[in-house]
């Protein structure tokens, strides 16, 4: 039997990674990283934030017909921020994008940065060229939201990561909607494990993926050491009806920061998920942000995933947050 170790070597990076960075961009700008990923087309959509040599970040659409190269990035940002919001006045960040058959559109969902922290917004696009606002829907301090593809007991699902007032904690929550403008909750979904590589905040990565099993997630977790912080990728199992329950949970890290463009960068030691595509052939390519610099992707399968994370802990022996 594989050791632990090596199953939990699921995801392979490309061997040209990272695949897109600053020096790719049309005009001149200081870093690309976490891209909200989609297929449009046949083609692979990449919603990218770019910051630039002011610090504040905007969103800009880049395309390849195989994912991995020939991007073709537009000339101009898809969602820049906004003078007239405070709440964005400092950038927009971290997209995730979900496609919703109902509304015949994408949501995207991403922060919002301002004077008073980082909060959730959302915009629809029919064609990654146009956007359609909703606005603000979590207020400071909150971040890394993710939208289910598809309403669950007839309400939208939103994972997000508000921080706690009153012992700081930042863990995954989720919230509902019955239109996208109106939210209930938050409830607690996923914590940070004291002691573990996951133990000082947790964040939904990519929009989870429905499989027979669940929905099947993939989030960042982080841990303080003497040296910094170490952010890593770890994969989850929720009920496919009940988005507070997680049933499944990995103990190890799935992938943490070992390449020198991980390692090395604005803020080293980061691997930071928000996209994923799911090819008809079980391939599933997964965008990351390498060292808040570059964007790199690696590969991997459902069923790897699946029989991962299927085999961990169960996590409702601790309450559907182990």
């Known amino acids: 039997m594989s050791s632990p170790l090596h199953r939990a070597e699921i995801l392979r990076r490309l061997a040209n990674n990272p695949i897109l960075s600053a020096r790719d961009w049309p005009y001149t700008v200081n870093s690309v990283m976490n891209a909200g990923a989609t297929l449009v087309d046949g ?12 610090g504040f970040s905007h969103l800009s659409v880049a395309r390849s017909d195989d994912g991995i190269s ?9 969602l820049s921020p906004s003078p007239s919001h405070a709440a964005e ?10 496609r919703v058959d109902e509304l015949g559109a994408w ?42 593809p598809r309403r ?28 996208l403008k109106s939210w ?9 494990r004291p ?57 190890e890290w799935v992938m943490g920061p070992s390449e020198p463009y991980e390692l090395a960068g604005d803020v ?17 390519r997964v965008y990351y942000g390498a060292a808040d610099t570059a964007i790199a992707a690696a590969d991997t399968t459902v069923d790897e995933m699946l029989d991962l994370v299927t085999s961990s802990p169960d996590a409702t022996a601790a309450g559907g947050q182990r």
């Open 152 to 179: 669950v007991d007839g309400t939208f699902v939103l994972y997000h990561r508000p921080r706690t007032v009153t012992d700081g904690h930042a863990d995954i929550w989720v919230s509902r909607s019955p239109d």
């Open 268 to 284: 080293p030691n980061v691997v930071f998920p928000c996209g994923w595509v799911q090819h008809d052939n079980g391939l599933v």
């Open 89 to 98: 006045s400092w950038g927009v960040e971290d997209p995730r994008v979900s």
């Open 107 to 148: 949501v995207v969902c991403y922060t919002s940065y301002g004077p008073t922290g980082p909060s959730v917004s959302i915009a629809l696009t029919t064609d990654f060229r146009t956007h359609t606002p909703l606005g603000m829907i979590c207020s400071p301090e909150d971040k890394n939201a993710a939208l289910l």
């Open 195 to 251: 002691g573990m590589w996951d133990s000082d905040r947790v964040g939904m990565g990519p929009p989870p993926m429905e499989t027979p099993d669940g929905w099947l997630c993939l989030y960042h977790g982080v841990r303080v050491t003497v040296s910094g912080q170490i952010y890593r990728m770890g994969l989850a199992l929720i009920d496919l009806e009940d988005p507070t329950r997680v049933l499944r949970r990995t103990d």
């Open 184 to 192: 209930m909750g938050p409830h607690p979904v996923l914590a940070a």
């Open 43 to 54: 083609q692979t959509v990449l919603l990218c934030r770019v910051e630039d040599r002011r």
């Open 70 to 78: 020939k991007w073709r990035i537009d000339p101009k940002p898809f």
